[in-house]
């Protein structure tokens, strides 16, 4: 498996006032997967974790929000049938996944808003 990650150091701002706190990325077997966390101005930590399979039923991508009790509640997630065909299926970086995790974050973001 090969890493990258983003320190918190490094920290970057998304379009929705999402602040990137750690990123993530690795091949394993005939997939690849995108870890990303993410802050909200209102100071939720969202994740995003896309793993892509060469089999999309083994393939998942969902978004998370930390509790107070510090554990992961999944938000929204995607069906493979919504991205896996678009996706390749090798890939060396994040890239076929970056608007993926992007649209999970936005609609995490809409959810905690509107609550």
């Known amino acids: 498996m090969t890493c990258g990650g983003t320190p918190t150091g490094d920290a970057d701002t998304s379009p929705r006032g999402l602040t990137v706190v750690d990123r993530s990325f690795g091949e394993r077997g005939g997939g690849y997967d995108l ?6 101005s209102g100071g939720h930590r969202l994740r995003a974790r896309i793993h892509r ?22 938000l929204a997630d995607e069906p ?23 649209r999970l974050f ?5 959810i905690l808003d509107a609550g």
Do not use: C, F, G, K
């Open 80 to 102: 493979p049938s919504a991205w896996h065909p678009a996706t390749p299926y090798r890939s060396t970086s994040p890239t076929p996944l970056e608007n993926l995790a992007e």
């Open 35 to 40: 870890t990303e966390i993410r802050r909200t």
């Open 53 to 74: 399979d060469p089999y999309p039923p083994q393939s998942h991508a969902l978004v998370e929000v930390l509790t107070p009790a510090m554990t992961w509640t999944a």
């Open 106 to 110: 936005q609609r995490a973001a809409a």
